[in-house]
């Protein structure tokens, strides 16, 4: 088992910024793929950034590629999201997920993206509210 805790949202105004933070304990004894999702009101939960603990991997959505940027402390299996210029589409609850199996595996063997659907990862966070406002 895998715990993940996010947390470091809160509310911001229009082009400020955010450091999103998710804490991993337990089980975690290889690489990963671990990714950040958003969910604004009302819509589905989509995948915005994703990396590989092992290194040098980094994926983004169209809608935050040059303002957001994910990155990992492996000493204490913590990531981070720091977010700049936040738009108010931008509002929502933000979680961490960690894949413990296929998605991995398919990035080791085919270099294929961390970056994959919510049914793809094993392990959530509780999420973290962000609110960007003018």
């Known amino acids: 088992q895998i715990q993940v805790v996010e947390s470091g949202g809160g509310s911001v105004q229009t082009g400020g910024s955010l450091r999103l933070t998710c804490a991993a304990s337990?089980?975690?004894?290889?690489?990963?793929?671990v990714a950040w999702f958003h969910q604004a009101p009302g819509k589905e939960r989509v995948g915005i950034a994703a990396?590989?603990?092992?290194?040098?991997?980094?994926w983004y959505a169209d809608s935050v590629k040059g303002r957001f940027t994910v990155s990992y402390v492996n000493r204490n299996n913590t990531f981070y999201l720091q977010m700049t210029n936040l738009q108010s589409d931008d509002t929502g609850t933000y979680y961490c997920?960690?894949?413990?199996?296929?998605?991995?595996?398919?990035?080791?063997?085919?270099?294929?993206?961390?970056?994959?659907?919510?049914?793809?990862?094993?392990?959530w966070g509780q999420g973290t509210q962000v609110t960007v406002s003018s």
């Open positions: 337990g089980a975690i004894y290889s690489y990963k793929c």
């Open positions: 990396l590989y603990t092992g290194g040098g991997s980094e």
């Open positions: 997920a960690v894949d413990d199996g296929d998605l991995t595996r398919r990035f080791e063997v085919l270099r294929s993206s961390c970056l994959g659907p919510p049914s793809a990862y094993d392990y």
